[in-house]
């Protein structure tokens, strides 16, 4: 067994990098082991042992198996956070607002990426309607309310919602772009987070590799419809 957290994930899924950068935050080194979706490695009986609903990412911590990417953050953070409570903090009323951001991030933003995303790239869709691309874009607002009462998505300190967000919002930042003179605070957010010295190898890498996938296949298969 490893003597750090295992993470069972892909570079390319936006829920897997916010856990890279919350690993990253925390000054936290992980043991990676790449799953191939397309490959179907998350059906595999063991993998299935471990994660019943078959998602990634999921973190083994020496026989602790936590699955989402949300909870795995709020996980890491609890566990390895050490006197510093600032990522996800303890105090209840500030951890709900945290948790408020992360189920929007969840239940909101990454669903409509994931109906732009996987059609393409599971399903052989060849180009990708507008209206999932207003669809996306109107998920911008809430993010750009809560940014009008300091500069991250939970007040004035960095929080595992902003990395959970970020992951998210860059993805689909490449499909839906942002228009700043209509979310001004949540184009100054995305600045600011990727100025973390941590955001282009724990984000910026798996997010081209899945823009550069999603984009060569929709290239591809518009060609061959010309």
Same mark, same amino acid.
């Given at each position: ?46 993998? #299935? ?25 709020? =996980? #890491? ?39 732009? *995303?996987?059609? *393409? ?11 999932? *691309? *207003? ?62 010295? =941590? =955001? ?27």
């Amino acid at each position: 067994m490893s003597d750090k957290p295992v993470l069972y994930y892909t570079p390319r899924s936006p829920p897997c990098r916010a856990v890279l950068l919350t690993a990253a935050a925390l000054g936290l080194e992980l043991d990676l082991r790449a799953v191939n979706v397309k490959a179907e490695e998350h059906l595999t009986a063991e993998f #299935l042992k471990l994660n019943p609903q078959h998602t990634i990412p999921v973190l083994d911590d020496n026989g602790t198996v936590v699955s989402d990417s949300h909870i795995i953050c709020s =996980y #890491l953070a609890d566990k390895f956070g050490g006197s510093t409570d600032s990522l996800y903090p303890r105090d209840p009323a500030q951890r709900r607002t945290v948790d408020a951001r992360l189920y929007y991030d969840c239940g909101h933003i990454f669903p409509r990426i994931r109906f732009i *995303v996987e059609p *393409v790239i599971y399903f052989g869709v060849s180009d990708v309607p507008d209206d999932r *691309v *207003v669809y996306l874009q109107k998920a911008y607002d809430g993010l750009e309310h809560c940014l009008a009462s300091g500069p991250y998505l939970a007040g004035d300190k960095l929080t595992i919602a902003n990395l959970c967000c970020i992951a998210s919002v860059s993805t689909a930042e490449a499909f839906a772009p942002i228009e700043a003179a209509k979310y001004p605070l949540l184009a100054e957010w995305v600045k600011r987070l990727q100025a973390l010295p =941590y =955001y282009q190898k724990s984000n910026q890498e798996g997010l081209d590799l899945l823009v550069n996938l999603v984009k060569g296949l929709l290239a591809e298969r518009q060609q061959k419809h010309t």
